[in-house]
């Protein structure tokens, strides 16, 4: 119970009736002049006026943006769960304080607003078919985040730099970076940790070479089991043993299908060295996802990536990298999570008939989306690529008919032009492919 009063906000007034206290809330002219104003420049809107708030951050006056005060940067010591019931249930508490959720019509999408924000457009796809509900407070809490660094005028010059490092891009791009609007929101993480070990055992096809690589000390070899199925020419499949033991500290797992882990992957990663404890005050004004992506799902991914590393771990134990009848025992022990929310900034922009997706990291800037690409400039490029060596071709036809003993050397110089070409053509409709499609 609060047992401050007047509440915040409000101030004595005249009474008509003697002994009676009467209270009113505060103009907004007059909470104007009881906040101080300090200098600031907000994330959200740019706006460059802000006031102070009673827990030490800072009110955005324009948008309502807040910023969360300093606090304790807790990093890897942020507490980790192991997976029992009790740490589940204690874990279940909302998102602290009441908010309101975006149901996007058009991509599915489950956005967490404040409730004094008056967003109607999807952060995700830019659709405007949104649906407000509230909030559900029925879905783990977040125990730790990483705070927002990067400032919607940084997002602005990173993009417009990352759209035009490319000479297949579109000209005019350099406008769609000015006009973007960049939707700074929280996205929902799972990080593991676990222990794996394994024994694995297989045939390996061995060269006399290798073989003596094999059995210095730091291998481990079971000579009583090799198996000789033919040596003509110094090689054989050899049976071979090890064991392996790694520690994976703090694997990220997205819990957000709504974007896509390729730009995730291309967007690099966050230093957890920054995590904080999570406060609701940290949300207020901005955008936030609820998981959609459950622990249990999320720990499978984790285990089927632990799973690959470790069995990548086994076969760079073998002598070659040729092998068969590969088998492996697994274990896993000392299994722990947490549930985090790590910034990032969301930007849609649309290109011809056509919506890009733009990722930029909220605490080191950088960026992954999606590009459009010039066809035409590309064919006009590749077109001119092939003059030359075209061009070489058909004189060396001509001198080869004339029986010119240059014929020979122009013809090799073609080819080698032709060549080349088709190279540049294979890596240009790679990178481009990548760009469009990403």
């Known amino acids: 119970m609060n047992h401050n009063f007047p509440p915040e906000g409000y101030i004595q007034t005249k009474s008509a009736v003697s002994g009676i206290e009467v209270y009113r809330p505060l103009t907004p002219e007059e909470l104007e002049v009881a906040r101080p104003v300090v200098d600031f420049r907000c994330p959200n809107c740019d706006g460059a006026t802000a006031f102070s708030t009673d827990d030490g951050g800072l009110t955005c006056a324009f948008c309502g943006y807040h910023e969360a005060p300093e606090v304790e940067i807790v990093g890897k010591g942020a507490q980790e769960f192991e997976f029992t019931v009790e740490t589940v249930d204690r874990s279940t508490n909302g998102w602290g304080q009441e908010r309101k959720e975006l149901v996007c019509n058009s991509c ?12 109607h457009t999807c952060p995700f796809c830019g659709s405007n078919s949104v649906v407000q509900t509230r909030a559900p407070q029925d879905v783990l809490r977040p125990r730790f985040l990483v ?5 919607t005028e940084n997002c602005r010059q990173i993009t417009a730099e990352w759209l035009q490092n490319s000479w297949m891009l579109p000209n005019n791009l350099q406008s769609l970076a ?3 609007e960049y939707t700074p ?3 929902p993480f799972w990080t593991f940790d676990a222990r794996t070990k394994a024994s694995w055992r297989a045939e390996v096809y061995n060269t006399d070479a290798s073989r003596r690589r094999h059995s210095a000390p730091n291998w481990k070899w079971e000579r009583p089991l090799l198996l000789k199925l033919g040596d003509r020419e110094g090689k054989q499949w050899d049976w071979e043993s090890g064991a392996v033991s790694l520690f994976t500290d703090d694997l990220l797992i997205s819990g957000s299908s709504q974007i896509s882990l390729t730009l995730l992957k291309q967007m690099r990663g966050y230093r957890l060295g920054e995590l904080v404890p999570y406060e609701p005050t940290f949300l207020a004004g901005l955008s936030a996802q609820a998981y959609d ?8 991914s984790a285990r089927r990536s632990m799973r690959a590393r470790t ?3 086994c076969r760079e134990q073998a002598s070659a990298s040729n092998m068969r009848n590969f088998s492996m025992n697994m274990d896993f022990s000392d299994e722990s999570w947490r549930y985090i929310l790590l910034p990032l900034y969301l930007a849609n922009y649309r290109y011809g008939d056509k919506v890009f997706q733009v990722l930029i ?3 080191t800037g950088t960026i992954a989306g999606q590009r459009p690409v010039d066809w035409r400039k590309v064919a006009q490029v590749l077109g001119l690529w092939f003059l030359p060596g075209l061009l070489l071709a058909i004189v060396a036809a001509v001198l080869l008919a004339n029986e010119i003993g240059a014929g020979a050397a122009v013809l090799l110089v073609a080819g080698f032009a032709l060549l080349t070409w088709l190279i540049f053509v294979i890596d240009t409709l790679r990178k481009a492919g990548k760009m469009a499609d990403a």
């Open 178 to 180: 000015r006009s973007t």
């Open 147 to 151: 705070p927002f660094v990067t400032t």
């Open 311 to 313: 069995k990548q771990a």
């Open 361 to 363: 990291n909220g605490q």
């Open 293 to 300: 992506v459950d622990l249990e799902t999320a720990w499978a």
């Open 185 to 187: 929101i929280y996205i």
């Open 108 to 119: 599915a999408a489950h956005t967490t607003l404040s409730t004094e924000m008056l967003s």
